[in-house]
């Protein structure tokens, strides 16, 4: 991170700020207020008109801020971001939007420099900003006689640090593109330049920064997460656990081993008990040598919350995500922020949420969980992973058919029906023409792979929601077996919330309706399937099951924001200098 430059003279510009700034506040009638959760939003601010600007015409820093305009962007800032800074002015007339004739306005560049001192918070990349020539062009207008080429900069080195953050938190710091994510949702980039615009207009400033982060209460909660983990990498973060046997409860193993393994556990908040507790509800001591009750069933707590089938034995893929550091768990939590920011800012009253890593689906209206239930999604090799993408549930079929597809009929059907004749009628199953090919296709009832309903939100995935008659299967832990679509848990609850219907009609629909029955949905839903590999559940942090090992590439390209660095520290120190001084 380059070092913000901070100079005493910066400090006495700052706290100039504000002191009988002429601001000739105008409504903004399209949006004067906005209802919100916590109270109205006022949008009154408008750039102040004034003749000079530090004893320069404001024709010539209007000028100037033209000429830059027109020039470079400056140190780390996108063309995209750049585009963004250039429709700001243009919405403003080009006038200027930080400073006025007695120099930096307080409190609103105040909000600005906290917000990005704080930015950490929120695992962004402060590298990314273009904090050295920010605070160069501070220091340059703190003279008597600034040109109006120092105030444009200095102004549009502020609105480039305002940019870049809005972007970041509106969009994502990084492209999904570019890190191997197969994420297909839209976060909705062409609305920035309203959001960016809108923001800026607000009266409470320093709140309109605060409300672009995800107004999320899972992302509020990976922050909080990203504090304990961020002390937890302070304080050294856990010891590694020895390769060795495959341990069940009452096995033998090396006391160090096991010492390890107690030391391991216990540094991230499991309860393991020590060498010398007693397991058995006498009075002798555990012994040293023995994977006891207590501490196996730390270890099945500890796969329970990262997804790891729960046997409560210490076996290879367990010994492997005991021993990722603490520095790559942190930087997991970072990523998932990340991800976080991906999504548009709203998701719609009523919407779906699916997370493949976690396998669970939930249900929302108006801002409540109202339905959850496990999910069974694609399995972990390629032609078979659930894509994470976006779309809007149109309607219902009650009784489907299975159309197998080509691929699946030719890799997996045909060649059962070669070795056993009577697969097709022991399985509902019947070959049909259709555009002159052979097709396979099951018939709806108890046997059909997609159950009593399936939910179609058409996307270029071919991937919907669906009954299985495969029940047992929801009760494994990791439930990574369908060909892509997603089973679900509560069909028959979900067809009930997405419908309005009662339970007895959509009972009646599944069992007794029509065949391949459609009904259409009052109003869409949107859908999306999304890829959280850390979450908060029952107020604990999870990881889940990394089940297309996407988080290499992202935990990667994060990990430097995830933990600053002294050199990030210094450059935050600096910022809250020149925002409070």
């Known amino acids: 991170m380059e070092r913000l430059i901070v100079q005493t003279t910066v400090k006495r510009t700052v706290r100039r700020a504000a002191a009988g700034a002429a601001l000739a506040l105008t409504a903004f009638a399209a949006c004067k207020k906005t209802g919100q959760a916590n109270g109205d939003v006022t949008r009154n601010w408008t750039p102040p008109v004034q003749d000079t600007v530090m ?29 963004h800074v ?56 703190d003279g008597k006689h600034p040109t109006a080429q120092q105030l444009a900069d200095a102004d549009v080195l502020l609105s480039s640090a305002y940019v870049t953050y809005g972007e970041n938190m509106l969009t994502g710091q990084y492209s999904p593109s570019n890190l191997g994510q197969s994420w297909h949702i839209n976060p909705e980039e062409e609305h920035v330049d309203s959001a960016l615009t809108l923001t800026l207009r607000e009266d409470n400033f320093a709140g309109g920064l605060a409300r672009m982060r995800p107004q999320d209460a899972g992302y509020d909660s990976l922050r909080t997460e990203l504090v304990h983990y961020r002390a937890l990498v302070a304080r050294g973060g856990w010891p590694t656990v020895p390769d060795g046997p495959q341990l069940k409860p009452g096995d033998k193993d090396s006391p160090a081993r096991l010492s390890a393994l107690r030391a391991r556990l216990s540094a991230e908040g499991y309860a393991v008990g020590s ?114 993408f976006s779309d809007s549930m149109e309607y219902v079929v009650f009784r489907p058919y299975w159309d197998v597809t080509p691929d699946i009929a030719a890799k997996e059907i045909f060649p059962k029906i070669a070795a056993n004749p009577d697969y097709l009628a022991a399985n509902d199953m019947e070959i049909y023409r259709e555009n002159g090919q052979r097709a396979v296709r099951q018939r709806p009832g108890p046997k059909n792979s997609l159950g009593l309903v399936k939910f179609i939100f058409p996307n270029d995935y071919n991937i919907y929601l669906h009954d299985t008659p495969a029940r047992t299967l929801f009760d494994k832990d990791v439930r990574a077996f369908s060909h892509g679509c997603i089973r679900i848990e509560k069909p028959a609850e979900l067809a009930q919330w997405v419908l309005g219907w009662p339970a007895d009609k959509v009972d009646q629909a599944m069992h007794d309706g029509p065949d391949d029955h459609q009904v259409n949905l009052p109003k869409k839903i949107p859908v999306y399937i999304v890829y959280f590999t850390t979450f908060v559940k029952n107020g604990v942090l999870n990881f889940g099951n990394d089940l297309y090992d996407r988080d290499n590439q992202l935990v990667s390209q994060v990990k430097a924001a995830s933990n600053p660095s002294p050199e990030a520290l210094r450059a935050e120190a600096a910022l809250r200098g020149l925002a409070g001084q």
Do not use: C
């Open 55 to 83: 004893g320069v015409a404001t024709s010539a820093v209007t000028s100037a801020i033209q000429q830059r305009l027109g020039a470079d962007a400056p140190d780390h800032v996108t063309s995209d971001q750049w585009k």
């Open 86 to 141: 250039k429709h700001l002015y243009s919405t403003f007339s080009d006038n200027l939007l930080w400073l006025t004739d007695k120099g930096v306005h307080q409190a609103r560049v105040s909000a600005l420099l906290n917000t990005l001192a704080s930015a950490d918070s929120d695992a962004l990349d402060l590298s990314a900003y273009p904090l050295s020539q920010l605070g160069a062009a501070l220091n340059s207008i």
């Open 275 to 388: 060498d010398s507790t007693n397991t058995a509800g006498t009075s002798a001591p555990a012994r040293a040598n023995v994977y006891d009750r207590q501490l196996a069933g730390a270890v099945g707590e500890f796969q329970a919350r990262h997804s790891i089938g729960v046997d409560s034995m210490l076996g290879q893929e367990t010994l492997d995500a005991i021993n990722l550091p603490a520095d790559y768990r942190l930087a997991q939590i970072a990523a998932n922020l990340e991800r976080y920011r991906w999504l548009p800012r709203s998701l719609g009253q009523r919407y779906i949420l699916v997370n493949v890593p976690q396998f669970h689906l939930d249900a929302y209206d108006s801002g409540q969980k109202v339905l959850e239930m496990k999910v069974i999604v694609g399995q972990e090799y390629e032609d078979k992973a659930t894509p994470v």
